[in-house]
């Protein structure tokens, strides 16, 4: 079976999709700073460093390393870090892949609703529809800019926007699982949503039947900030309070990170169940009833 490099391979998508990668019998190796695993291999961005075995007769690189887009304020260093952690990292992997000549047949990469700006319209996004003018749509801009430059090595690109990943441990749920479930500001800000096994699969498949190009990865159906937070409740049994978060009361604890909180469009799921992808999970309530 093929080789797979996977960088961010021990994060919460990472484990998921090794997990499922290896299940079906797919060679995985993992690029991490402090190798502890047989099957983990030292990169060191600092000083362009892959180790050379990792790289031997790979077949596929899946990028998802990145410095977590709501672990902190948004600082200007802050910024920088999310930045560079995406565009830095698939930028040492180009450099290796044309360095050592490798006929990689496809590099897949994460990306983020986000490329659309954080906003709420009426609009629902599809794939080729403009960037956002926001810190949003710049980093998601560059995080892409830099999986294209693989196509000057005629090797295929694969990018998937992805919405809020549920899942059973970590992420987004774990945040949210309060003691009394409330919305975020007006609660009419839409929450693009996949629930992380339909995410892993989508993976899967851009290997299988050799996908690429620009693909939306969420939930083709659209809930609130209001419906989803109503719907978790139930989910855990949790008492919901309609009143939300005051926006001020946000924008004062998180900054300008709060953006990515209180506003939030539709986006399109069309393109990816043209190709072929039929979603296990179409609904909050059978994702939220396989979690909890």
């Given amino acids: 079976m093929a080789k797979i490099i996977i960088t961010g391979g021990t994060g919460l998508v990472g484990t998921k999709l090794t997990e499922l990668l290896l299940k079906n019998k797919y ?45 902190k304020r948004w600082t200007n260093e802050r910024k920088k ?4 952690s995406r565009v830095d990292t ?45 810190f949003l749509g710049e980093v998601c ?16 690109v694969t990018i998937l926007r992805t919405g809020v990943v549920l899942s059973e441990k970590g992420g987004a749920l774990e945040k949210m699982k309060t003691p009394i479930i409330t919305p975020l500001g007006s609660g009419k800000q839409y929450m693009p949503w ?31 900030n209001a419906t989803f937070s109503k719907e978790l409740a139930k989910s855990i049994k949790k008492p919901y309070l309609g009143i939300g978060v005051p926006s001020f009361m946000l924008k004062v604890i998180f900054g300008n990170m709060a953006k990515i909180l209180l506003e939030g469009s539709r986006i399109s ?5 043209k190709n072929g992808y039929s979603f296990r999970f179409k609904t909050l309530k059978k994702a939220l009833n396989t979690l909890f």
């Fill in 141 to 156: 801009q560059k995080w892409e800019d830099a999986a294209h430059q693989f196509k000057t090595l005629n090797i295929p």
């Fill in 27 to 71: 060679d995985v190796i993992v690029l991490s700073r402090n190798p502890k695993k047989n099957n983990e291999y030292k990169w060191d961005i600092s000083k362009n460093y892959i180790d050379k075995k990792a790289l031997e007769n790979v077949d596929y690189i899946i990028h998802l390393a990145g410095a977590g887009i709501a672990d």
């Fill in 194 to 224: 996949i629930h992380i096994e339909d995410l892993c699969q989508i993976y899967f498949k851009t290997i299988n039947d050799n996908l690429s190009g620009i693909f939306n990865a969420v939930s083709p159906e659209h809930q609130t």
């Fill in 90 to 134: 698939a930028n040492l992997l180009f450099h290796k892949i044309k360095e050592h000549n490798l006929n990689l047949k496809g590099f897949i990469s994460a990306s983020g609703i986000g490329y659309y700006g954080a906003i709420t319209s009426d609009k629902i996004f599809e794939e080729l529809d403009k960037v956002g003018n926001d």
């Fill in 269 to 273: 799921a069309k393109k990816i169940e």
């Fill in 81 to 84: 870090i999310i930045i560079d």
